[in-house]
T-cell receptor
Framework: QKEVEQNSGPLSVPEGAIASLNCTYS??????FFWYRQYSGKSPELIMF????GDKEDGRFTAQLNKASQYVSLLIRDSQPSDSATYLC?????????FGKGTRLHILP | DTEVTQTPKHLVMGMTNKKSLKCEQH?????MYWYKQKAKKPPELMFV???????INESVPSRFSPECPNSSLLNLHLHALQPEDSALYLC?????????????FGPGTRLTVT
């Protein structure tokens, strides 16, 4: 059974600091990885996807993938109160996407 | 435009009612999905339509039945639901089947079964 592990948090980060969210996965053959942001009561929003080892940057967000160690992380620079949400790591398997349980991020004003 | 629309936004139904949830996308995506999400849990996949072929999560009760009238529309028919079926129901779509493609979610339908 493929698994995706995330620390459930809450992770509290001061406004303006870097928030670091981590995810590990069990299937060494996984090729693509997604990060979704979900505000309370809302639907998940795709914010980053990464397919290759290394870093991928998009605005204040950086996704990092290390296939050898089987982890993927999401860095949020200059954290804002509006970044407070649950962040879901997702890893595809043949018929579906496997979601981690999500990490609750709280940005302290 | 990565928009998936869902109606209704909220639904309250009794255990003897029959209702339907609707989902639509105009992105030309060929795969559409229904998920169920309970509070503080990740989404759970219920059904996948990929190139008009249905895949079912075997654990989904028969009181939920999907319908895909065309490649842009996906319905979820509800009948004789139980209070534990109360949840956020999410529709998603992706470019093609095969989970390497990123999925885009609609706003969801908040369902309450009384």
């Amino acid at each position: 059974q493929k698994e995706v592990e995330q620390n459930s948090g809450p992770l509290s980060v001061p406004e303006g600091a870097i928030a670091s969210l981590n995810c590990t996965y069990s299937d060494r053959g996984s090729q693509s990885f997604f990060w979704y942001r979900q505000y309370s009561g809302k639907s998940p929003e795709l914010i980053m996807f990464i397919y290759s080892n290394g870093d991928k940057e998009d605005g204040r967000f950086t996704a990092q993938l290390n296939k050898a160690s089987q982890y993927v992380s999401l860095l949020i620079r200059d954290s804002q109160p509006s970044d407070s949400a649950t962040y879901l790591c997702a890893v595809p398997s043949p018929d579906k996407i496997i979601f981690g349980k999500g990490t609750r991020l709280h940005i302290l004003p | 435009d990565t928009e998936v629309t869902q109606t209704p936004k909220h639904l309250v139904m009794g255990m003897t009612n029959k209702k339907s949830l609707k989902c639509e996308q105009h992105m030309g995506h060929r795969a559409m999905y229904w998920y169920k999400q309970k509070a503080k849990k990740p989404p759970e996949l219920m059904f996948v339509y990929s190139y008009e072929k249905l895949s079912i999560n075997e654990s989904v009760p028969s009181r939920f039945s999907p319908e895909c009238p065309n490649s842009s529309l996906l319905n979820l028919h509800l009948h004789a639901l139980q209070p534990e079926d109360s949840a956020l129901y999410l529709c998603a779509s992706s470019t093609a089947g095969g989970s390497s493609y990123e999925q885009y979610f609609g706003p969801g339908t908040r369902l309450t079964v009384t």
